[in-house]
């Protein structure tokens, strides 16, 4: 076991409140609100409320220019920065009842903060289009609408004939070129018309580039958007300060190229650590609140794990809400995104991938290199980014790392599955890959357990035909389809059967082998031994020879010994060779 040190965890420290209208378990699904993420709907209407204000003192006081704060989705990013937005903006001057009670109206200095300063609220989240053309028109309509809120500056005297039409003009009409200084000749304007350089806010930055990775225009839209953000960000005087939120942090060298002002907040960070997400304080304070406290030790079974910096023990807040309203446990941040990025990756990736996705699947830790700058662009050529984008995602937590001072090359960090909830959620997805052909995986593996071999090559051959195409990159050599297919096939035994069977692999050594045991829960059912192997047309001259191998491996390596001291019948152990060629298969057996 490689040595780490291990998360230390840190006690939450802000000052949070568990506030909200009428708490009990008598009204509860009247009280807790399902994706509210406007923050003043969320307070007018008196819905359950967890205080995240002090988040606002936290980073106003930091006095960065421009700060970047990742988190997995549906962990309170939009909910913040509307709560920041509703705070300072001159549109909501007037409303601290909105924040009375809450731990930022304690201090004088931040009741006068609230509402005076101008704020440029965007957010990318439903930008979604798998084309560039299409993701830019959406990202200048979302342009083109700030100037329409502003309109009224076109009355301003504070400006010249000249720069009200163009206000004008951008309401109305807007080219890519014109997008790309249209933010910062709006802050120019804004800080002229109130005497105070105005907040920027963006929510989501980042999904309209994860759209472009899966979609294939990725240069296109990083091209674009550098030119947006530099002339937002970096080359803007006119900006007071800024605040950028996503999932991942995009390399410096794709998007922020030279923004030396940028403050990054990754969930390695202590910075607002427990701004973003339920602490389990928090949690535990809201179960006992509304009469769940017996459910704490399933509760956090089902959907603790999450680490921000040195903080342990962080929750999902669209989990937590969605259970202390319906009282199920279910899956349910899994579902609330596109799982789209991470599906591809997984299913596209090489044996290696889909043997540690195993490995994970099983409970078994990892140990990777993890590079908190995700280059998409380079996410093909190198595989081990995605733990990278895993971790990012929420989807693997981290459980220690390598002291720095004794490697001499990049450390490795411990990682594993988040949580129950996220281990479930992989099952949907390995088990979506064969939906393309799942009457025929479901016929195989009836088949299977009949011993009908003419059935288990019939059904065979028509989930490799079908699903083939599904799991090739495209660049792969010849080889790479079937080593891609049963490596995918194994995961979606692992899923399918877990609950029968115990699933065990072990790739041996030579092209394109890979074994399989499946051992009974029940002792007195089958087992099964499934040997995988990829023709070598210079060492087998047809499939049949190519079977015969795999059987005769199965032999020589002893196999059904392992089962048999598992207390496995030796005429109870099934045996059987998989032969593939291209999109051909063939299986045969003792």
């Known amino acids: 076991m490689m040595d780490t040190k291990k998360m230390t965890n840190t006690k939450n420290t802000t000052n949070t409140k568990i506030t909200g209208s009428n708490i009990n378990t008598a009204n509860l699904t009247n009280t807790v609100g399902i994706g509210i993420q406007d923050f003043l709907e969320l307070r007018e209407s008196h819905n359950f409320y967890i205080d995240k204000t002090s988040f606002i003192k936290e980073w106003w006081e930091s ?42 109206w304690e201090e004088e200095k931040y009741r006068n903060l609230q509402g005076t300063y101008p704020v440029i609220s965007l957010s990318f989240a439903r930008i979604k289009e798998i084309d560039i053309d299409s993701t830019k028109r ?20 504070k400006l010249s004939r000249n720069e009200k039409e163009y206000v004008s003009r951008m309401a109305r009409e807007m080219d890519a070129f014109e997008a790309g200084s249209s933010l910062h000749r709006l802050s120019d304007y804004l800080s002229r018309h109130y005497g105070k350089k105005p907040i920027i806010l963006l929510d989501e930055y980042d999904t309209p580039m994860q759209e472009a990775y899966v979609n294939g225009f990725w240069d296109e839209m990083v091209a674009f958007t550098r030119s947006l953000f530099n002339s937002t960000f970096k080359t803007n005087p006119y900006m007071g300060r800024a605040i950028m939120t996503g999932i991942t942090r995009v ?52 959907y603790d794990g999450f680490v921000f910096g040195e903080q342990e023990d962080i929750y999902n807040p669209w989990s937590i809400l969605n259970f202390l309203a319906k009282g199920k446990y279910e899956i349910y941040w899994a579902n609330t995104s596109s799982n789209s990025l991470v599906g591809k990756l997984i299913r596209e990736g090489s044996d290696e991938i889909k043997q540690s996705m195993e490995q994970l699947l099983k409970g078994k830790h990892l140990f990777y ?23 990012a995602s929420g989807y693997l937590k981290i459980l220690g790392y390598e002291d720095m001072e004794k490697v001499e090359r990049w450390p490795n960090y411990e990682l594993a599955i988040t949580n129950k909830e996220v281990r479930l959620m992989f099952h949907g997805i390995i088990s979506g890959w064969f939906s393309v052909a799942n009457r025929s995986y479901n016929g195989f593996i009836k088949s299977m357990f009949a011993n009908d071999i003419k059935t288990m090559n019939k059904y065979m051959t028509n989930i490799t035909l079908q699903t083939f195409s599904y799991f090739d990159t495209g660049k792969g050599v010849m080889g790479d389809e079937p080593e891609r297919f049963y490596h995918g096939f194994v995961l979606g035994l692992l899923v399918d059967l877990r609950e029968d069977y115990v699933l065990t692999s072990n790739r041996e050594s030579g092209y394109g082998r890979y074994d399989v045991m499946l051992e009974p829960r029940d002792k007195s059912k089958d087992a099964f031994i499934l040997e995988f192997k990829v023709r070598d047309p210079e060492e087998e001259k047809s499939l049949s020879e190519t079977v015969e191998k795999a059987l005769a491996q199965i032999e020589e390596k002893q196999y059904e010994a392992d089962l048999m001291a598992r207390g496995i019948p030796k005429e109870r ?5 998989f032969a593939f060629e291209g999109k051909k298969v063939l299986i045969g057996t003792f």
């Open 138 to 157: 959406r990202i200048i309509e979302l342009l083109m609408a700030q100037f329409e809120k502003y309109s009224f500056l076109t009355e301003s005297d």
């Open 369 to 391: 290199p993890i590079d908190e700058q995700i280059v998409y662009n380079q996410l093909d050529d190198n595989e081990e980014a995605i733990w990278s984008l895993l971790v």
């Open 573 to 577: 152990i099934r045996k059987y060779g």
């Open 63 to 104: 006095n960065d220019s421009v700060t970047l704060i990742t988190r997995p989705r549906r962990f309170g990013k939009t909910l913040n920065m509307s709560m920041v937005e509703e705070f300072f903006s001159v549109d909501y001057a007037g409303r601290g009842d909105l924040f009375e009670g809450l731990s930022i």
């Open 251 to 302: 390399s410096k060298e794709s998007v922020f190229s030279d923004l030396n002002n940028l403050e990054v907040v990754t969930t390695t960070s202590n910075k607002y650590a427990t701004s973003f997400g339920f602490t389990e304080e928090e949690v535990f304070a809201a179960l006992d609140a509304v009469g769940m406290g017996e459910e704490k030790e399933k509760v956090k079974e089902w």
